[in-house]
């Protein structure tokens, strides 16, 4: 008999990820017979266009076959596994409000008018996909009084430093392109190029005396990246300059997955290997493994 032939890099990338997939997915059924309860109340916020928080709510089509059967979305376990699941809610924006946000520093102040009528000032736990990552900082800066009562905030794919590809939308070809193709409407392009790098919106909020304020009103900034997510890169880690060393280690922990996307197929928001962790973090449990999965692998030229 032969020897196996050794798998290449790409086809053990994926192999890991079918175990990891399984492994997490068989954690999170087991809670359905001893359910986890939810710490605090939790808001899961959605990002860029999706008003309606379906990246939370709804499954994602097209997800590749053997793949399928291991990605949910977050209200399924909730509903599932969560013990106290009234305690957990889906953010969504009218289009008023959303027409009436030309970034998310207003639709931070949107979000913050809902998180109070319903919780006043108890603790809470905020995630946000996307865009919400940056509705929910730009809710905890807010100066007027309530202040939130933030724990933990949980960032998902969030361009935390602006996204270059976000300037492509100040061309009016793209413009023209996304408003046939993807059916998008003039203010979603204008919320859009406001997550530009460059833009006054991430500037402001990525000024250190901000990011300093937000850790401080915090316990701790959960970023969880997928290494495949072309759409904001290397952008969702957070900004440590102005920060001291010592309060960066205590509140910033990142976690980084391999071959998860931005939304849709492989989205991010839908990934056991991330949904485990996030779960478990809102329930107030030890996260022992540390959840970065996978590697990048790049082909020699």
């Known amino acids: 008999m032969g020897e196996k032939r050794p798998l290449n890099p790409v086809e053990e990338l994926r192999r890991d990820k079918l175990e990891k997939l399984k492994k997490c997915f068989s954690e999170l059924e087991g809670y359905k017979r001893n359910k986890l309860t939810l710490q605090y109340p939790v808001f899961f916020v959605p990002g860029w266009t999706c008003e309606d928080c379906a990246a939370w709510k709804k499954p994602y089509e097209k997800i590749p076959k053997k793949y399928k059967e291991y ?9 599932e596994i969560i013990e106290n699941k009234e305690q957990a809610h889906f953010i969504e924006f009218t289009d008023q409000e959303s027409k009436d946000s030309p970034s998310f520093m207003k639709l931070g102040e949107y979000l913050k008018k809902k998180l109070i009528a ?5 603790p809470i736990n905020l995630v946000g996909h996307s865009m919400g990552g940056l ?3 730009s809710a905890i800066s807010d100066v007027k009084e309530p202040a939130l009562n933030t724990r933990n905030v949980i960032t ?60 401080e009103k915090i316990d701790k900034f959960y970023v969880f990246m997928g290494l495949r997510d072309s759409t904001v890169k290397s952008s969702p880690k957070l900004k440590k300059d102005g920060i001291s060393e010592d309060l960066y280690e ?39 493994d540390d959840f970065n999965h996978g590697y990048i692998y790049r082909k020699e030229t």
């Open 250 to 288: 205590e509140k910033v922990k990142i976690i980084q997955t391999a071959s998860a996307e931005h939304s849709g197929k492989d989205g991010i928001t839908q990934d056991p290997r991330l949904f485990l962790p996030i779960i478990k973090i809102l329930c107030g449990i030890e996260l022992k």
């Open 156 to 215: 998902v794919g969030t361009p935390n430093n602006g996204t270059l590809e976000a300037g492509l939308l100040n061309w009016k070809f793209v413009q023209d392109m996304v408003k046939k193709f993807k059916k998008m409407k003039d203010y979603h392009i204008i919320q859009g190029c406001n997550l530009y790098r460059g833009s006054n919106p991430i500037r402001e909020i990525n000024e250190p005396k901000e990011r300093l304020n937000l850790l």
């Open 118 to 122: 319903i919780t006043q000032e108890r």
């Open 135 to 137: 509705d929910i900082r």
């Open 71 to 79: 990605y949910k979305p977050a209200k399924y376990w909730i509903d």
